[in-house]
């Protein structure tokens, strides 16, 4: 994959369900285990989201999105691939600075318009501008929704089980081209 994780799919799938936004956003540092085989336990998932961060909202423009998507990408050559929910994009690392994000989409297929306003969900931590992704703190209408850790237990329990995680392999939200 582009550092899409399937785990990333599945917390910020929740963070959607949770809040109802367009869009949310994962940040791969604040994934702190994995999840075993089996029947999950409330242990796991504190174990990978223990930090008791708030869940927020907040709304950006599509233009804020695709700046906020560009940040992945570090002065130093490093990248911090931020994981997704309710959009799909496409990068290439070898672009210029600031030129890296290729394209991004809306589930029905249709670009991500940069005048647009959306709503989009994230951990309290990323809505500070945590990990260098400062484009959240331009966010605005930014609302508290409860707990991400209380967000990802209530989806797993509503999915069918045993559940499944979502296969970055087999349906990509995140590619390179």
């Known amino acids: 994959t582009a550092g899409e994780s399937a785990l990333g799919d599945l917390i910020a799938d929740a963070q959607l369900a949770a809040t109802g936004a367009d869009f949310a956003f994962m940040n791969p540092g604040g994934i702190r285990s994995d999840i075993q085989a089996g029947e999950v336990t409330y242990g796991e998932l504190f174990a990978v989201q223990p930090f008791e961060n708030g869940l927020v909202t907040m709304e950006l423009t599509g233009e804020q999105i695709y700046r906020l998507l560009e940040q992945q990408f570090r002065a130093?050559?490093?990248?911090?691939i931020l994981q997704v929910s309710g959009l799909e994009y496409t990068y290439?690392?070898?672009?210029?600075?600031?030129?890296?994000i290729t394209s991004v989409t809306l589930p029905d297929g249709s670009a991500l318009d940069p005048t647009a306003t959306y709503t989009v969900a994230v951990n309290g931590f990323l809505a500070t501008g945590g990990?260098?992704?400062?484009?959240?703190?331009e966010g605005q209408n930014v609302q508290t929704a409860g707990g991400d850790l209380e967000a990802l237990v209530a989806y797993i329990q509503s999915l069918d089980q045993p559940f499944t995680f979502p296969d970055p392999f087999a349906d990509p939200r995140i590619t390179i081209g």
Do not use: A, M, Y
Not at 92 to 100: D, K
Not at 131 to 137: K, L
């Open 76 to 80: 130093d050559g490093s990248t911090w």
């Open 92 to 100: 290439n690392p070898s672009n210029p600075e600031g030129q890296r």
């Open 131 to 137: 990990d260098g992704f400062t484009v959240f703190e």
